[in-house]
């Protein structure tokens, strides 16, 4: 069985359910007060519910194969893990950005170069720029890359926005979708301040997948449909009648225009009408969805009627990119 872990609670795990019945893997979780779910789809896949931070912990160490978890937290909290892998960064949801922010009262702090001046100020009064956070690791490496040195992270695992006013921090570096809390507690961004800028993200323990060809069988099929889903979303399908004299005639005339090339080619094929009449022929193809106005302009140019638009829920490439590339993951020593 593929151990597969996904958030228990809030937002993110809404949203990987809502994400994962949109690529044709339904979670089902029939007793809400159990942990453990099943996907009808993929019969060997055991579905764990974890925290978000634990899911990370837990594909690190081996005890759970795959995961959904922020990037954020994957990137805090599995670094030293060699077996650790992101298997797809960017699944489409669960956006987020670690950010400094300061408090808005401080007018001449407007950059990160700013605060890199305060805390050398601080460090010749004899004292630290105080950085209240959730991700010591990550603010640590991007203060250092920004050549502040001098500073003193505080654990806070509670209402990190609020450290400020209460008096135990100078200035925090928190996760933020829009600002609005970040204002509510009278705190800014600054310019240059983005840490990190994150997204829900599938990852894997390399080792475990490694070890088992039908894990990776069942990895594959998960990443496919994945793929084919987000590929699809930019897509949709056309169907419209244009007369002509021969099948020919008409995918050349269709073709003319590069919005109508589809992925390989139209399909272009005779239609039977009810009065017997002939020189009508169906085309059908895929565009890009920014294409979809210039497209209909010239079906409509060159005589078609009856022109449908369908939205296109999976497109499937020659291979799955993600697990190509984590297969060489796999054996990498």
């Given at each position: 069985m593929l151990r597969f872990a996904v958030p228990s609670k809030g937002a993110l795990a809404d949203d990987t359910f809502r994400f994962f019945e949109s690529c044709g893997l339904k979670v089902s979780r029939p007793n809400p007060r159990r942990y453990t779910a099943s996907i009808k789809a993929?019969?060997?896949?055991?579905?764990?519910?974890?925290?978000?931070?634990?899911?990370?912990?837990?594909?690190?160490?081996?005890?759970?194969?795959?995961?959904?978890?922020?990037?954020?937290?994957?990137?805090?909290?599995?670094?030293?893990?060699?077996?650790l892998v992101v298997v797809y960064k960017d699944l489409g949801f669960g956006y987020c950005d670690l950010v400094l922010a300061v408090p808005d009262h401080w007018i001449d702090v407007t950059s990160w170069r700013d605060v890199a001046d305060l805390a050398a100020e601080y460090a010749r009064a004899g004292r630290q720029l105080r950085i209240a956070t959730k991700f010591p690791n990550l603010v640590r490496q991007w203060c250092h890359q920004q050549g502040i040195n001098v500073f003193a992270l505080i654990d806070s695992q509670g209402a990190t926005e609020a450290a400020p006013s209460l008096g135990y921090a100078d200035?925090?570096?928190?996760?933020?979708?829009?600002?609005?809390?970040?204002?509510?507690?009278?705190?800014?961004?600054?310019?240059?301040?983005?840490?990190?800028?994150?997204?829900?993200?599938?990852?894997?323990?390399?080792?475990?997948?490694?070890?088992?060809?039908?894990?990776?069988?069942?990895?594959?099929?998960?990443?496919?449909?994945?793929?084919?889903?987000?590929?699809?979303?930019?897509?949709?399908?056309?169907?419209?009648?244009?007369?002509?004299?021969?099948?020919?005639d008409v995918g050349a005339r269709v073709v003319a225009h590069a919005a109508l090339a589809g992925l390989q080619g139209p399909t272009v094929s005779p239609v039977w009408s009810r009065d017997g009449g002939e020189g009508w022929y169906a085309v059908s193809l895929v565009v890009d969805s920014a294409n979809i106005l210039p497209a209909i302009d010239h079906l409509r140019?060159?005589?078609?009627?009856?022109?449908?638009?369908?939205?296109v829920h999976y497109v499937f490439a020659e291979?799955?990119?993600?697990?190509?590339?984590?297969?060489?993951?796999?054996?990498?020593?």
């Open positions: 993929l019969p060997e896949v055991e579905v764990l519910l974890h925290r978000a931070p634990d899911i990370v912990e837990k594909v690190a160490d081996g005890s759970i194969d795959l995961g959904v978890s922020g990037y954020d937290l994957v990137e805090e909290l599995g670094g030293e893990s060699d077996d200035i925090i570096a928190d996760l933020t979708a829009t600002g609005t809390t970040l204002r509510d507690n009278h705190l800014k961004m600054i310019q240059g301040g983005t840490i990190l800028q994150a997204q829900a993200a599938l990852i894997a323990n390399r080792r475990s997948l490694r070890e088992s060809s039908q894990k990776q069988r069942v990895v594959q099929s998960i990443l496919e449909l994945i793929e084919a889903r987000h590929r699809a979303k930019t897509y949709v399908s056309l169907i419209a009648n244009v007369p002509g004299s021969d099948v020919a140019s060159i005589g078609s009627t009856g022109i449908t638009v369908l939205p291979r799955s990119q993600s697990f190509a590339a984590l297969s060489e993951l796999m054996h990498k020593s």
